[in-house]
């Protein structure tokens, strides 16, 4: 069974801060992706990353895919208020066929004005 | 276009009863997948659904809860004889496919409170 650990669990922090979430595994994924989940909405995708090394920037987010694909970091420069949620990664199983996202337990962030 | 919907969007039931939980996927998405999510928790997989093959129950936590879908439209997650544990966010997400290249849409989820 392929796991994705994501660490911290909860992050508070001061507004303008930066952090960094993660998300690993001892398995390789096909692909990996990174959803934001405000209250009382479902998530939400940000990014997906398919190749080993693979660096995205989405605003004031930077997502990094592992070069071993078996992780992945996700940092905020800044932190805003709004990106208060909980962040999740999801990786793609290798299997091909019928093998849904396997999903880590998140991260969730509180951003202090 | 219209995105996954979810009825009702809040649920409060007695302890002992059933309750049926609904999910209208996007159009064309032949995948569809049932999560919960308990209070300030990530999401625990419950069952998928993959165009005309057999979902995939492995995360049902037990046989009090069942899911159907027809075709590749609307699904029905029941859950009978609800119990307090069951008190939850019970979220439906659809894709074209499976796999990790393709996006997961969620609906807004369905709370459920068992008293």
């Known amino acids: 069974t392929q796991l994705l650990e994501q660490s911290p669990q909860f992050l508070s922090i001061q507004e303008g801060e930066n952090l960094t979430v993660y998300c690993n595994s001892s398995?390789?994924?096909?692909?990996l992706q990174w959803y934001r989940q405000e209250p009382g909405e479902g998530p939400v995708l940000l990014v997906t990353v398919v190749t080993g090394g693979e660096v995205k920037k989405l605003k004031r987010l930077t997502f990094q895919f592992g070069d071993a694909r078996k992780d992945s970091s996700l940092h905020i420069t800044a932190a805003q208020p709004g990106d208060t949620g909980l962040y999740l990664c999801a990786g793609g199983p290798l299997e091909s066929g019928n093998t849904p996202l396997v999903f880590g337990k998140g991260t969730r962030l509180s951003v202090i004005a | 276009g219209a995105g996954v919907s979810q009825s009702p969007s809040n649920k409060v039931t007695e302890k002992g009863k059933d309750v049926e939980l609904r999910c209208d996927p996007i159009?064309?998405?032949?995948?569809l997948y049932w999560y919960r999510q308990r209070l300030g928790q990530g999401l625990e997989f419950l069952i998928y659904?993959?165009?005309?093959?057999?979902?995939?129950k492995s995360g049902l936590p037990s046989d009090r809860f069942s899911a159907e879908r027809t075709g590749e439209s609307v699904s029905t997650l029941t859950i009978q004889r609800t119990q307090q544990e069951d008190s939850a966010v019970y979220l439906c997400?659809?894709?074209f496919g499976t796999g990790g290249g393709y996006e997961q849409y969620f609906g807004p989820g369905t709370r459920l409170t068992v008293t």
């Open positions: 659904f993959q165009g005309n093959s057999a979902p995939d």
């Open positions: 159009s064309g998405h032949t995948a």
């Open positions: 997400a659809s894709s």
């Open positions: 398995s390789v994924f096909s692909s």
